[in-house]
């Protein structure tokens, strides 16, 4: 049971459960992602099966999400060069070669994306034990950076629907706690191909993302939410899996399950268990596919934007089946 | 034999030996991406042999090559909240919680990137026919914004390290046109797993970047590079390749084969052919483990940051053999 | 009478009575502020009797009124160097010193800001009957960027209080049209000081931000305001001042008075006058002031950002009494 | 003499000498701009006599100095409509109206700016004696942003041309220390009209920005220059004048007067002597209207745009004579 009083405690007591530091040694930056090792993506080409390919990114615009909550805003794309420009032939390039270009300003986690290591801290300490302040200056965080795990991120992603498997019509309410049980009642509804394991990367869907497309963005960013429960952090270690998604702005649930609390999973999961979190993946048209075929773990390259020092990074996830 | 005084008189035979207009319908957006479909996708999966990945995407930060050329700059990125804030107990959260948060500022071809079809146009018109001022505005490209391609760009890489074929030392020196014929060579030298078909990614290795690496940018971004010649369109055509990737910032060599010209080839590459064009890729690791091994050929996900309207995309590649 | 049905004949109506076009040369790029001479800024130079000075300006931040209109944000402001790093000691630097560094994204017209000649078009027609495509490309505005009248700002400013003179307690109502007859009153309430002529910079004050301070900003930007009428169109060009702001997002009232509308005025105002606009002023502490003393002109220096080739610019206007 | 070998001791010794902390109580925000009363700003405005007015800004543009340094970059200005979009008609807007807007993104000391009093701390310590940490963390300034000064700079300004006194064909050459000896042979030489006295701001030109404009960029920014000698902090302090500002980058002589140094006059003028900083200003035209009539005061109303807990901000000064 949670002491709803004590929301410090109970990050203590589960950041002493759960600590994965110095489990790959004292200098290591990628935490969970160790699991996720050749072996286990060798053995993950085997999910390709038909081929089909599907992006669990939300599309990056100023329809987005944001509302200003922290300085996070939508991205503002704008563009350098234009074809209504080159159409009046007003760019001055030589035998008829005309050209658009675009720049972007954006936070880092505005959108689709995962927290790197560096995002959060438990009492100014990172990952694996590092002052925070060490880590994170204004120059980015020399450490963790997200580019650290660049070429890594790439094996078995497994669905669990929750929404699907618990929800009503699919979608869990604003509020929804997802505890360990929801977690094994899902995986054992969906069956073998469901199977949690060693290196995987757990896609978590709650139907708050369709919700917000059916309803419009309202507070999903930042206001309340399905999400997982603070009771989960003992599976999220004990499973050994590289990383989990899920398809809301904060991955666990709004409000949290304190008093007063911020976002106490994170600061077991991220510093200590050494986790990476995926956070606004849309995970709607996977799941439909995998509840018509009944097959519900696919391959899938999840790569971050390499930006040097970042301790958040956009994310163009795509599986493959 | 090029004549060089008449580019515009080159590229007009070019595109009309090489157009795919009309060749998906007269809605389609996705050009050659057509070539890939979810066979060739799920045959690629075998290539997946030892599971070892390789990010093909440089570091997207201030020490990157743009150098101001047509207002790209290098990333901003800067933070929202840092380590040494959460240490010094400035937050203001609860619990002990401590966060960083960062930001961008990034024209979306300054360092690793797709060209979209929206790029570059041939006499104000675009992929498949449309007028360029219809399809990119200042909004963006309505039409054929790279999030089109959001979830396709996965399937078989083929890597043609030229450089290392045909280069002293791996590499090609400024100004050296790559045609049919070193193309053709490179993939004999380096055997049956270089074979190049339907549906492929190619990644072509000028060793540019490796120079840039050692000698410092200088003008690897906008200046003098080897590249493919204007020669090779029939090629990138007949071939059915569904995207090509260089290690240059221009793709084509440079300065081009004419005496007053600016990249000819995506002038007929991209509106014409319908081409997707990777620049600026790090295809040096993979080029290693791929002269080690003597297999050339490997799955590859590159998955662009599905940025509505983009003419453009950053984008980190992962190989996996 | 305004026939609410054609806007565009009013338009053109309006156009054609109060044109300026020609009046400064075919090479001119600064419209009314032609009018805002040496002789009249020395004259000006007298209003200078307290020497207490006021700013005009909104604060830059992210508390602002953008609600993402047109890709409208508020600015985003994130330091590149803070002092919690420096009193970490980790910025490097030698014998004890630290600094701070900061970096802003915003639009131009986010906040307050004066609309330069570029800003708005009659049917493709730019100040001056100068063709739009050929002035404001992708590159900004060639002709009448903002940089044309970094230097000339300096003057006489005039404070019209009609929320103080015609509203209830200070304030207009949204969709209030202020008409001549309005202005007249006002300056007739007013007195002496009051009065307007050429070379003059008018502040119009609705009382509009008075309330969006008090309510929250709701739909200040973008939303529905008091402001000018239409019929204004005569008054403005009439009296020949160099300039006009108000307090409000939009300078005109809105809803506009036709049936199908957008912002008519400013198609009068800003091509065929030259005048210049000024939008989302801070007039209440100089108000407060005026109404005491019983003298409404003052010095102002308006000076905007000189960004080159831009269509509108941020200001902080400084009265001085 | 300077002991080159010593900078924090000098630095502290000048500190002390030259402290301002606590002279407008322990809650003071604005340092010398206090000197700046309403009497001084009255009697200033009789120096308006030809209501001649000069910009004193650089353009912000793509083509300013910054070439990364500390990853100050030019303003990247990018539209969000233009012209061209009008002309084409693809814009929607009703009754033939078309626009054009834009977007900034840029360090706030890019180009000519104002240091605010948070730029620059003396072992952890800002103006007034405050703990660095606590005034300037990720989220800005939060004592002494630039907005508490938007109202006030505004005044006498005496134009100090050091290289026009002192150098040849008017500029200083790199590595020029300004001491108080050249200070007061510039006035002395100047007359009457350049005597510096209690709340002016003082405007010192070295000829650097002409050398720029003639022979490039270069090292403009970050590199060598002429500028005020460490030796001057005993004058700045004692003068009790309000702001000074340079052409040059830095404000202070570079390189600097000790073997190992980092701007150490920042370090007493910011945070000791709480004195406001101007660099990068332009002040080539108004010196030679000054040379050719002989007088060296003016009115200068300088405005930084006020950005929010900004450690520094853009300004356009608008100088009267």
């Not at 899938?300 to 790569?303: I, M, V, Y």
């Given at each position: 049971m949670i002491d709803r009083s004590d929301p410090e405690g109970a990050v203590a007591e589960a950041a002493r459960r759960c600590s994965n530091w110095g489990r790959w040694g004292a200098g290591d930056v990628r935490g969970t992602m160790n699991f996720l090792t050749d072996d286990k993506r060798a053995a993950a080409a085997a999910l390709i099966r038909r081929g089909r390919s599907f992006s669990l990114s939300q599309r990056f615009d100023m329809d987005g999400p944001q509302r200003g909550w922290r300085r996070r805003t939508n991205p503002v794309h704008t563009m350098l060069d234009t074809g209504t420009d080159a159409a009046a032939g007003v760019q001055g390039f030589p035998h008829g070669i005309g050209g658009a270009?675009?720049?972007?300003?954006?936070p880092l986690q505005c959108s689709t994306q995962w927290d790197g290591l560096g995002h959060i801290f438990d009492h100014g300490v990172a990952w694996n034990g590092r002052p925070a302040g060490e880590v994170?200056?204004?120059?980015?965080?020399?450490?963790?950076?997200?580019?650290?795990?660049?070429?890594?991120?790439a094996g078995r992603a497994v669905l669990l629907d929750v929404g699907r498997a618990i929800g009503e019509r699919g979608e869990l309410p604003d509020g929804f706690a997802i505890t360990e049980q929801h977690l094994r009642a899902t995986i054992e509804r969906q069956g073998a191909s469901a199977a949690v394991g060693r290196g995987d990367i757990v896609l978590v869907r709650t139907g708050r993302l369709a919700r917000a497309r059916r309803e419009g963005w309202g507070d999903y960013a930042g206001g309340?939410?399905?999400?997982?429960?603070?009771?989960?952090a003992g599976w999220l270690h004990r499973t050994e899996i590289a990383a989990i998604?899920?398809?809301?702005?904060?991955?666990?649930?709004?409000p949290n399950e304190f008093d007063d609390a911020f976002q106490p999973l994170h600061q077991v999961a991220i510093p200590h268990i050494g986790l990476f979190l995926g956070e606004m993946w849309d995970l709607d048209e996977l799941a439909a596919d995998c509840a018509a075929d009944g097959v519900w773990d696919c391959w899938?390259?999840?790569?971050p934007l390499p930006v040097t020092g970042a301790v958040g990074a956009p994310v163009n996830p795509v599986a493959v089946k």
């Open positions: 270009d675009d720049v972007i300003a954006m994170v200056t204004s120059l980015g965080d020399a450490v963790t950076g997200i580019e650290t795990v660049a070429d890594v991120i309340d939410s399905p999400g997982l429960s603070f009771t989960t998604a899920t398809d809301t702005w904060g991955f666990e649930v709004r899938l390259t999840a790569a």
